[in-house]
């Protein structure tokens, strides 16, 4: 009897763990079931709806799928599956935007601020107009900024510094001018910089030449003058380096033999004199070579048959 009273009371206590363990899972679940951003974030998502009309964008799936709450929008804790917003694994804060050439036009609202945990914006390839935001200076996670192939005008700020994750900055073909922050060789985790068919004047500042984690370089297409320095050996990933078509003086220095990893090589239509470096041989890599509409001298050097891959 005794025996029998043991295991009856052993398995009410599984029998209670086992319900206490069912009531945890269910909690979770329930959280998990009811996860949603901020208010704020919301805010801020809709004000680029509204900003950007999206009324007209190619594509607004999700956005204004039934039923809708008060704002006219899907309900909350549906905007992780609006079209181009993408949240983190809990779903309950936005990490990335994706519209690109989506058909916005408008303003970026200030209203962005609010997405404090943004890590990737990307808006290019759309109709976008006015200055980008100041706000946008303080976004600190972010890494990928992608906003080129707008109508953004303005200029960079020193205020970018603060931007000290950024990995891709890409707002070529837009309509900024001014000069180019030397505090953007402060951010050390620069890979792209994509600055091309702007307005933009002024000498390239010395400090983006010991942004050693640098691939891609594109200042084409703007006003830039000065010289290339020596320091633009110290790009030793680089495998992209575009400055055509500016107003660049002087030569192309010899350090330029140190870039082993170059692909592409555009320095077309800048006033360009002295000889070909004979270093441009020494890139098994490199398949674009343009040096044209330039006043360069002197013979083309023999190390070019040496390039196997030039196109």
Known sequence: MLGNRKIKMANKKHIKLFALLLLILFACFAVTANASISSSERAALIAIYNNTDGFFWYNDSGWKTPPLAGDGFSEPGTECDWYGIGCDDLENTVTYINLWSNGLSGNIPPEINNLTNLT???MYSNQLTGSI???IWNMTSLEFLEIGSNQLTGSIPTEIENLVNLRN????NNQLTGSIPSELGDLNNLTNISLNSNQLTG???PEIWS??????LV???NQLTGSIPPAVGNLTNMELLNLGYNQLTGSIPEEIENLTNLKRLLLSGNQLTGSIPHGIGNKPELWDLSLSF???TGNIPAEIGSLTKLE
């Open 120 to 122: 990737t914006l990307r």
């Open 203 to 205: 000498s390239i500042p």
């Open 219 to 221: 200042f084409s297409g």
């Open 294 to 296: 330039n006043q360069l």
């Open 169 to 172: 900055f890409s707002i070529n």
């Open 211 to 216: 942004l050693t984690n640098l691939i891609n």
């Open 133 to 135: 935001p100041s706000v």
